[in-house]
C-alpha cells in the first residue's frame, strides 16, 4: 500500500496543481494543512479564513494565506480561482454561534465557497460534514448537514468526496471534563466499532489519500468507518 500510495503522489506531485482550504484554523483544518505540507502533493495551498494565521516552526513556501469576510464572499471571488481541488472543513456549532449563526456557517458560508470555487476552475471538491447527515433529519444538525451536501452536489464537480466522521477524536489544549470522558468512551467503543468515531489524524490522512484515488462515480460519500480505512492504512 505505501508503496502505491508513493507513486500516485509523485504523479500527482508532476501535475503542478493547486488547492485551497478553508476552515484550517479548526481541528480537522489543521490536521490536513499538515499532512498535505508533509506529502507535498501541491505545488500551492492557499488557506482562506477570517484571520490569518501564524506558523512558529518555519515558513511554507508554497503555502499562501487570503483573508475574507464570510458575510461578503462575492468580494472575495479572486481567493477562490486558480485552484484544482477545494477542502472545506467548515463547522461551527448551535452552542457557540446560534440556531441561524450555524446555518449561515455550515450550509451558507460553504454553499457559497464552492460555488465560487466552481466559477474559479476547481474541479475537485471535499467537504467534511457529519456521520448521520441527512437533509430529511429531524435534526437540525444533522439536516443542514445534509443539505449542504446536496447543494454542493448540485454544482456539478467533476469530483465531489463527502466525509461523514463520527465522534472527531483529538486532545483539545483546553478541555473540560465532560470531553475528556466521552473521548475516553468513544476510543474504548473504537476497539469494537469503526463505525463511531476516528482519531483526527487518521481523518487528514484520508483526506489526502483520497485526493490522489479514482473514484467509479462523480460523487462519492465515505462514512466513518471506510475514513478509517482508508486513514488508517496511508502510512502502512
Known amino acids: 500500500m505505501a508503496d502505491s500510495m508513493k507513486a500516485l503522489e509523485e504523479n500527482f506531485r508532476q501535475q503542478n496543481k493547486s488547492c485551497f482550504i478553508l476552515g484550517a484554523s479548526g481541528e480537522t483544518g489543521k490536521v ?14 492557499t488557506l482562506i479564513g477570517r484571520r490569518q494565521l501564524t506558523f512558529e516552526d518555519k515558513a511554507y513556501e508554497n503555502l499562501v494565506q487570503e483573508v475574507v469576510d464570510f458575510e461578503k464572499l462575492d468580494d472575495h471571488a479572486a481567493a ?16 457557540k454561534a446560534g440556531t441561524q ?12 465557497s464552492a460555488e465560487l470555487a466552481k466559477s474559479g476552475g ?3 471538491f471535499h467537504l467534511v460534514t457529519s456521520r448521520g447527515a441527512n437533509k ?12 449542504v451536501e446536496a447543494d454542493v452536489e ?15 477524536l483529538v486532545e483539545r489544549q483546553e478541555s473540560r471534563t465532560g470531553e475528556w470522558i466521552a473521548r475516553k468512551f468513544f476510543r474504548a467503543l473504537s476497539a469494537v466499532t469503526s ?18 484515488l479514482q473514484p467509479e462515480q462523480k460523487t462519492e460519500i465515505l462514512e466513518n468507518k471506510a475514513i478509517n480505512r482508508l ?3 496511508a502510512g502502512k
Request: with cysteine.
Open 32 to 45: 490536513l494543512l499538515q499532512e498535505l505540507l508533509e506529502r507535498n502533493i501541491f505545488s500551492k495551498i
Open 80 to 95: 477562490f480561482q486558480g485552484h484544482d481541488v477545494g477542502y472545506c472543513c467548515l463547522g461551527t456549532t448551535r452552542a
Open 101 to 112: 449563526g450555524f446555518i449561515r456557517v455550515d450550509h451558507d458560508y460553504v454553499l457559497k
Open 122 to 124: 476547481c474541479t475537485q
Open 136 to 147: 430529511n433529519s429531524n435534526f437540525l444538525y444533522l439536516k443542514v448537514k445534509g443539505q
Open 154 to 168: 448540485a454544482l456539478g464537480f467533476d469530483r465531489y468526496a463527502i466525509y461523514r466522521p463520527g465522534a472527531l
Open 195 to 212: 463505525s463511531m468515531a476516528i482519531e483526527i489524524q487518521a481523518m487528514g490522512k484520508a483526506m489526502v489519500s483520497n485526493t490522489l
Open 231 to 233: 486513514g488508517s492504512s
